[in-house]
């Protein structure tokens, strides 16, 4: 593994899209390998400490990361009430690729390949980026997500796709054994033993970590 970047940006976003205006965290090491953007889900937000603590891995292998709410922040209020909107792929998908289109355009990340990381309802919503930007998002990670939520999007991925299951998320397991096999692209799955929905136990995040590094490593920072 190569040192450390010897500084990173961190800079901070508002993206304006069509009909949201989204608040984001950009850290951009010297040098960056690539860019890894963050689909939060199920209540979460670009706050998320779990996420933070595998960006944190990433930028120290000098990937650069997003961390974006997929909300606003009145609509966080009402999903708050509500817990409707957590669930509405189609509505994170699309603040996804909104995102993804604007990261792809701006001048400090055009350069960089772009790989997605989609949590919990989060990594559906990766995956359907995946399938409607195939040319420019490259690498997919999920982490306990809900890939069977992409639904008929599965069928388009290209991009290799890691996905990453505590070892007793037993129902999640079954989902995502089902949605691997309908994905056409390269791709693999891991369980972490002993690991539940959220990575909790002492290590499980640290080993979500070091595999999501290595995907997005192998497939992001390669010579165009």
Request: hydrophobic content about 45%; charged content about 20%.
């Amino acid at each position: 593994m190569d040192s450390a970047p010897s500084s990173t940006q961190q800079v901070a976003l508002r993206i304006a899209l069509q009909g949201a205006t989204l608040d984001a965290d950009l850290s951009l090491p010297d040098e960056s390998r690539g860019l890894v953007l963050f689909a939060h889900g199920s209540g979460s937000s670009r706050f998320s400490p779990r996420n933070r603590q595998v960006a944190g891995v990433l930028v120290q292998a000098r990937l650069a990361t997003v961390l974006a709410d997929l909300l606003t922040p009145e609509e966080e209020a009402i999903d708050q009430r509500t817990r409707r909107l957590r669930f509405d792929i189609g509505l994170l998908a699309e603040r996804l690729i909104g995102l993804t289109d604007w990261l792809h355009a701006d001048d400090r990340t055009a350069a960089l390949d772009i790989g997605c990381f989609g949590a919990s309802t989060g990594a559906a919503a990766a995956l359907i980026a995946a399938a409607q930007r195939p040319d420019i998002v490259r690498a997919v990670v999920s982490r306990g997500g809900r890939p069977d939520l992409a639904g008929q999007a599965l069928a388009s991925v290209r991009a290799p796709t890691l996905l990453v299951v505590g070892g007793n998320d037993e129902v999640v397991i079954d989902l995502n054994r089902q949605a691997l096999a309908l994905l056409p692209c390269e791709k693999e799955m891991v369980i972490v033993p002993g690991a539940t929905h959220l990575f909790e136990e002492p290590g499980a995040l640290a080993t979500v970590s070091v595999l999501a590094r290595d995907w997005f490593l192998r497939f992001l920072d390669v010579p165009r």
